[in-house]
Each structure stands twice: as C-alpha cells, then as structure tokens.
C-alpha cells in the first residue's frame, strides 16, 4: 500500500521542521537544514508497523551547495538501488560508502570526500593520521604540524564529510577511499 506525499510530511513534521519536498519516482524526498538527533531508524521501523508499507530512509550529511548535493543525491540513488532492500530500513552515508566500494564505483571519492576530494593537504593529513596507527602526536610529528592542527583539521573533515576518522568504521572506510 503505497503512501502519499501528506501521510509522509504528517509523520516526518513531528519530528523535523521540512524545508522543501520533492517527489521522484516513488521516492519521496524531505529536505531540512537545522541539526537533529532523532533516530530516524526508529521512526521508520515504526512507521512501517503502523502503516503496513515498506520504507527506506536515506539521510546525508550537510551540505552548503544545492547542486552538489543534487548530483550527491542522484549518486546515492544508484548506489542505494544494489543495496537488498530487507538489509536496512534507514541507509546514511557509511551504508552507501560500504557499497560504493564494493562496487568500485569511480566517483565515490567526490561525492564522499566531498570538498576535500581533491584537496591534497587534507587527504595526506588523513592518511599520515592513519597510517600512524590513530596516534595525533607521531602523525603530527610527521606532518611537521602541531598536535592541536591536526585534531583541527581532522575536526573540520568531519564536519564537512560526516565522517569521523577517529572512530574505526569511519577510519577504515576513509582510508579505502584516499
């Protein structure tokens, strides 16, 4: 039983102030700007046991350009499409990455690395960090740079990525991709 578009923005404005929707095929797409820590998987195991329909939510982290993130949605959308859809009710960035890797998927570096995809100094700094074992000072050492600019700048690529290469997943996923 498929759900229309004011069922879905009823039960998503409970939760999130939506900015914008959009409707593409039979996917329904919210857009909202302000941070939240609702869980989402919850929201949508809920929701499928209320309303008897199957749902896939996909959340992204933030982005700063409406045509970038357009394109990172259009990527999603066909990465999502070879994930089986009983393995995840609610999909994000590590679920699409993990994916976009086992399928080799050239421009994954892009749309994930987002500003940083080809920004040298900020790769080399993710990469000596790991490299180094997740050690801040002998990866400092190494880059020549003070242990507070390299928790910095590995602070502001998680903030631009979502992706936080002081945590093992994140780091494992990131050095894949550098």
Same mark, same amino acid.
């Not at 700063?64 to 089986?84: C, G, S, W």
């Not at 960090?129 to 740079?145: I, R």
């Not at 928790?151 to 994140?170: H, P, Y």
């Given at each position: #039983? $498929?759900?229309?578009?004011?069922?879905?923005?009823?039960?998503?404005? !409970?939760?999130?102030? %939506? @900015?914008?929707? @959009?409707?593409?095929?039979?996917?329904?797409?919210?857009?909202?700007?302000?941070?939240?820590?609702? $869980?989402?998987?919850?929201?949508?195991?809920?929701?499928?046991?209320?309303?008897?329909?199957?749902? /896939?939510?996909?959340?992204?982290?933030?982005?700063?350009?409406?045509?970038? +993130? #357009?394109?990172?949605?259009?990527?999603?959308?066909?990465?999502?499409?070879?994930? $089986?859809?009983?393995?995840?009710?609610?999909? @994000? @960035?590590?679920?699409?990455?993990?994916?976009?890797? /086992?399928?080799?998927?050239?421009?994954?570096?892009?749309?994930?690395?987002?500003?940083?995809?080809?920004?040298?100094?900020?790769?080399?700094?993710?990469?000596?960090?790991?490299?180094?074992? +997740?050690?801040?000072?002998?990866?400092?050492?190494?880059?020549?740079?003070?242990?507070?600019?390299?928790?910095? /700048?590995? !602070?502001?690529?998680?903030?631009?990525?979502?992706?936080?290469?002081?945590?093992?997943?994140?780091?494992?996923?990131?050095? +894949? %991709?550098?």
């Amino acid at each position: #039983m $498929p759900m229309d578009d004011q069922t879905v923005l009823q039960l998503f404005s !409970e939760f999130i102030t %939506i @900015d914008r929707m @959009d409707h593409e095929g039979n996917a329904v797409i919210l857009f909202f700007s302000h941070a939240t820590d609702v $869980p989402f998987n919850d929201v949508v195991l809920n929701m499928m046991s209320d309303t008897y329909a199957d749902l /896939r939510l996909y959340r992204s982290h933030t982005f700063d350009d409406e045509t970038f +993130m #357009m394109a990172h949605l259009a990527f999603v959308r066909n990465v999502i499409k070879t994930i $089986p859809f009983y393995l995840h009710a609610g999909l @994000d @960035d590590r679920h699409v990455l993990k994916e976009a890797i /086992r399928l080799k998927i050239p421009e994954t570096g892009r749309f994930m690395l987002r500003k940083y995809a080809k920004d040298q100094m900020m790769k080399e700094t993710v990469r000596t960090y790991l490299e180094s074992d +997740m050690n801040t000072t002998l990866a400092a050492k190494k880059l020549w740079v003070h242990r507070n600019t390299l928790i910095q /700048r590995l !602070e502001k690529f998680r903030d631009v990525t979502g992706f936080d290469v002081r945590k093992f997943v994140d780091a494992h996923l990131i050095y +894949m %991709i550098i």
